[in-house]
């Protein structure tokens, strides 16, 4: 049935109603809009399955099928500088707002989130490391401020959290104070720990979660037979210049760990007065500027290095095997544009300052190239050929 409307029925709302909603609509636009600024988009978007953040760090594990799959851990903080004066005194400080990570599962063929983990922190994210042993994803955070010291344990196949802190603590009746320190070391992994009761640099060993008392103990535990021996690859400077040569180094396993052994090789009576090792030229011909060894295994190693001498330079990354040959160099073309060496402007390009940001690992046929703040590629083992990379 059709209905008529009164007489000078008007359905649109008078102009003075218009006007006093438009205060209303400009606040609230005004607070959403200082809201997305200040603490992110991750407020609104809970299931968004993009990658957002600074790298922090990156791991490889193998699939369902054998397919590569990163682990990503990127802080998804938003950051501001605050600054406060007062009589005779200015302070400068940076502060976050939504202090947290991002952990992502993610198929870097496909260019696919598979999974997602939000940690919320209390305030700056400093000190934190990830590897991957026996099947699990070790995330570790060391104290700041209000962040007390953290461990999440991940399964990496199921991609699901299954221990936290109070879990890894309560296996050991040795933490049962707590912990106020924890920090992680490489080769093998494993984590040193400090006590609220006093106790300092327990090490938790990762591949057994084994805790030892002291390093002194861990060192001991650990230590290879005297009868083992090895081969290790080792660079090493020309008197006080930026040219580095590369050497193989023969000797008792437990020896040639040395972390200085790159001043002894030159000189062979020294070598084996320390490690009781020997050492050959593993390039003769070769001279790798600045070089430094981010990977090495029985199959070879991975050196980082530059084009030339100088403020100015391109950096190359060089596959060696075992018997040293090189078998492929990447070129800066394939490398991020931040490896470049620019000293003009920006003194921490310098390899001094940028090596406690980069990785080289392996997963089988491939190799990981990370860069912290910028990004990860992944390269074919054999040809060096560039896979895909990863920026956040």
Not at 171 to 190: F, Q
Not at 219 to 233: C, H, I, K, M, Y
Not at 239 to 261: D, E, Q, Y
Request: net charge positive; with cysteine; charged share 25%.
């Amino acid at each position: 049935m059709n209905q008529t409307q009164p007489s000078g029925y008007n359905d649109k709302p008078e102009p003075w109603v218009r006007l006093r909603l438009l205060p209303l609509i400009v606040v609230l636009g005004l607070l959403g809009y200082f809201a997305f600024r200040h603490f992110g988009p991750g407020i609104f978007s809970s299931s968004d399955k993009r990658l957002s953040g600074e790298l922090l760090n990156a791991v490889a594990v193998p699939g369902p099928h054998d397919e590569a799959r990163l682990w990503i851990l990127a802080d998804g903080s938003r950051y501001y500088i605050m600054r406060r004066e007062s009589p005779g005194h200015v302070s400068v400080a940076r502060k976050c707002r939504s202090c947290k990570t991002w952990t992502y599962v993610y198929d870097p063929v496909n260019k696919t989130v598979l999974s997602r983990f939000q940690t919320d922190y209390r305030t700056l994210i400093l000190r934190t490391w990830m590897v991957h042993v026996n099947g699990l994803i070790w995330i570790v955070s060391g104290p700041y401020e209000e962040n007390g010291p953290r461990i999440d344990v991940y399964d990496a196949q199921a991609a699901r959290l299954i221990r936290g802190t109070a879990d890894v603590i309560g296996s050991h009746p040795e933490l049962s104070s707590g912990l106020i320190d924890v920090r992680l070391e490489r080769n093998p992994d494993r984590l040193l720990l400090d006590t609220r009761d006093g106790r300092t640099d327990l090490v938790l060993t990762l591949n057994d979660e084994r805790l030892y008392p002291t390093v002194a103990e861990f060192n001991s535990a650990t230590r290879p037979p005297d009868q083992e021996r090895g081969t290790v690859f080792v660079l090493s400077r020309e008197g006080s210049s930026l040219r580095r040569k590369l050497f193989r180094v023969t000797g008792p396993t437990a020896g040639i760990r040395n972390s200085s052994l790159e001043f002894y090789v030159v000189n062979p009576n020294n070598l084996f007065s320390i490690a009781r090792a020997t050492a050959e030229p593993a390039t003769p011909e070769r001279v790798y500027i600045e070089g430094e060894i981010f990977y090495q295994d029985s199959d070879g190693c991975f050196i980082l290095h530059q084009d030339a001498a100088g403020r100015k330079a391109n950096r190359l990354l060089t596959r060696v095997d075992a018997n040293g040959n090189e078998k492929w160099t990447a070129p800066p073309e394939r490398l991020f544009p931040q490896f470049k060496v620019d000293l003009d402007k920006d003194a921490t390009s310098a390899i001094f300052f940028m090596k406690k940001d980069i990785d080289v690992s392996r997963l089988g046929g491939l190799v990981l190239l990370q860069l912290r703040g910028v990004g990860a590629i992944g390269f074919d083992f054999e040809t060096g050929r560039r896979l895909w990379d990863v920026s956040l």
